[in-house]
């Protein structure tokens, strides 16, 4: 009797461990984000902080999750996460010259492309003028 515990448990392990792993995958989304400015140039060098917010509860066995990530554009103004938690997820980009960007999105795809634009900077106000 003990024995077939162990060999009913031994069997069964790998077959959960695939359904768990066939499960993480469906909820993850590859994220491609396109960074320009108004006109439809591209931003290089900006800085982007990409953070999971909530969604379904993502389980994988044994290891802990990256649920933040921070990154420069290349020449294209592009950047590629490969692999993010489906639900909300906030995005802020910072580049010099430009107005910083920040706003939550909805990721439910298990791929994804955003395209930002970036606005000018606002000119300064004073009150001596």
Same mark, same amino acid.
């Given at each position: 009797?003990?024995?077939? $515990?162990?060999? !009913?448990? !031994? !069997? *069964?392990?790998?077959?959960?461990?695939?359904?768990?792993? /066939?499960?993480?995958?469906?909820?993850? /989304?590859? !994220?491609?984000?396109?960074?320009?400015?108004? +006109? *439809?140039?591209?931003?290089?060098?900006? +800085?982007?902080?990409?953070?999971?917010?909530?969604?379904?509860?993502?389980?994988?066995?044994?290891?802990?999750? $990256?649920?933040?990530? #921070?990154?420069? /554009?290349?020449?294209? *103004? #592009?950047?590629?996460?490969? +692999?993010?938690?489906?639900?909300?997820?906030?995005?802020?980009?910072?580049?010099?010259?430009?107005? /910083?960007? *920040?706003?939550?999105?909805?990721?439910?795809?298990?791929?994804?492309?955003?395209?930002?634009?970036?606005?000018?900077?606002?000119?300064?106000?004073?009150?001596?003028?």
């Amino acid at each position: 009797m003990r024995n077939r $515990r162990r060999l !009913l448990y !031994l !069997l *069964g392990a790998p077959a959960l461990l695939l359904v768990a792993t /066939t499960a993480y995958a469906a909820d993850m /989304t590859k !994220l491609a984000l396109q960074i320009k400015t108004q +006109s *439809g140039k591209p931003v290089d060098r900006a +800085s982007v902080i990409v953070r999971f917010i909530e969604g379904r509860s993502v389980i994988k066995l044994g290891k802990s999750i $990256r649920t933040t990530w #921070e990154m420069k /554009t290349n020449q294209e *103004g #592009e950047v590629t996460i490969p +692999s993010i938690p489906q639900g909300k997820i906030r995005i802020q980009v910072i580049a010099k010259g430009y107005q /910083t960007y *920040g706003e939550i999105h909805e990721i439910n795809e298990p791929e994804k492309t955003l395209e930002i634009k970036l606005n000018p900077p606002q000119q300064q106000y004073s009150a001596h003028q």
